[in-house]
T-cell receptor, first 115, second 109 residues
Framework: DAGITQSPRHKVTETGTPVTLRCHQTENHRYMYWYRQDPGHGLRLIHYSYGVKDTDKGEVSDGYSVSRSKTEDFLLTLESATSSQTSVYFC??????????????FGEGSRLTVL | DAKTTQPTSMDCAEGRAANLPCNHSTISGNEYVYWYRQIHSQGPQYIIHGLKNNETNEMASLIITEDRKSSTLILPHATLRDTAVYYCIVQGGSEKLVFGKGTKLTVNP
């Protein structure tokens, strides 16, 4: 296993509150990703990182920010949570080479409910 | 947008081979074919990938046509635990993986 931990695994919060999800890896993989999964939409990429302080947007980045201050941690922040951000969030790391990053290992997911 | 086309659902009898097709007619020369699966409520799991040669590992075999416009994932002896959504993805270099809707495989006893 690639050693990836997501926290919290479950969270219920209220609209307008900030939320931070953490993804922690125990190995030194360069690429990390945040996806969300919703019924009818499948998995959609929110943001990804290709190194410390190097991040970029995915297809559904509005309302989310990320930070990667050290290799092992990739944080996803909802500055002001909305009900549309109720979802299951998956973190992933790429265990492939830098030239081919498609071999991802996913975390167990964080289920977020915004009331 | 996903660059692949897969059937929405398939059924397979336990113990038989499950053959999951995928069309990727616009694949580029440097793009790989990846297969993942997702068992209910778990994170997706990497299965196998290939460029142009057929590949086999402990989980499955991947058969890619010579023109690379389609591929088939083969689970040689399907079990009930193989019931999942299977995603075929085309990806090159450091591009991000884009998941489509996949094929819902149901293995029946």
């Amino acid at each position: 296993d690639a050693g990836i931990t997501q926290s919290p695994r479950h969270k219920v919060t209220e609209t307008g509150t900030p939320v931070t999800l953490r993804c922690h890896q125990t190995e030194n993989h360069r690429y990390m990703y945040w996806y969300r999964q919703d019924p009818g939409h499948g998995l959609r990429l929110i943001h990804y990182s290709y190194g410390v302080k190097d991040t970029d947007k995915g297809e559904v980045s509005d309302g989310y920010s990320v930070s990667r201050s050290k290799t092992e941690d990739f944080l996803l922040t909802l500055e002001s949570a909305t009900s549309s951000q109720t979802s299951v969030y998956f973190c992933a790391i790429s265990t492939g080479s830098n030239k081919n990053t498609g071999e991802l290992f996913f975390g167990e997911g964080s289920r977020l409910t915004v009331l | 947008d996903a660059k692949t086309t897969q059937p929405t659902s398939m059924d397979c009898a336990e113990g038989r081979a499950a053959n999951l097709p995928c069309n990727h007619s616009t694949i580029s020369g440097n793009e790989y074919v990846y297969w993942y699966r997702q068992i209910h409520s778990q994170g997706p799991q990497y299965i196998i990938h290939g460029l142009k040669n057929n590949e086999t590992n402990e989980m499955a075999s991947l058969i890619i046509t010579e023109d690379r416009k389609s591929s088939t994932l083969i689970l040689p002896h399907a079990t009930l635990r193989d019931t999942a959504v299977y995603y075929c993805i085309v990806q090159g270099g450091s591009e991000k993986l884009v998941f489509g809707k996949g094929t819902k495989l149901t293995v029946n006893p």
